[in-house]
């Protein structure tokens, strides 16, 4: 077994400079992940944003029809959607592993609505 004196230096960099690049890239330390589902209910179309776990530069998809939805498996992190010119009536749900975690059912006077969910280790 090595001890911690002999062990080469660019394996102990290595490793540890691992550690910040799973904090980017969202998967957990630990190991864990989580299903994450991100949906939008409601008539008519609406600009969706999204990001999941570790996607630092998050996605939109402009005049989406809904409903709307995408899941995805990730590890810690923020998980968000976010619709602008929603109608009256648009919702949005945050699902992880199933369970219900966010939801929220009216839009503020721009129609804008918004989901966010804080997954941690």
Do not use: H
């Not at 409601?42 to 996605?59: I, Q, R, W």
């Amino acid at each position: 077994m090595t001890s911690a004196k002999t062990r080469p230096l660019g394996k102990v960099l290595l490793a540890v400079g691992a550690l910040p690049l799973a904090a980017v890239i969202g998967w957990g330390v630990s190991g864990e992940s989580w299903d994450v589902k991100l949906e939008v209910v409601g008539a008519g179309s609406g600009n969706v944003s999204y990001a999941f776990s570790g996607d630092n530069e998050g996605k939109s998809e402009n005049g989406q029809e809904l409903p709307w939805s995408k899941t995805q498996n990730v590890g810690f992190g923020f998980n968000d959607v976010t619709v602008t010119d929603a109608e009256p009536g648009t919702a949005c749900r945050i699902y992880v592993d199933g369970k219900l975690k966010d939801e929220q059912r009216t839009p503020n006077a721009e129609g804008n609505i918004s989901c966010f969910v804080n997954l941690q280790d």
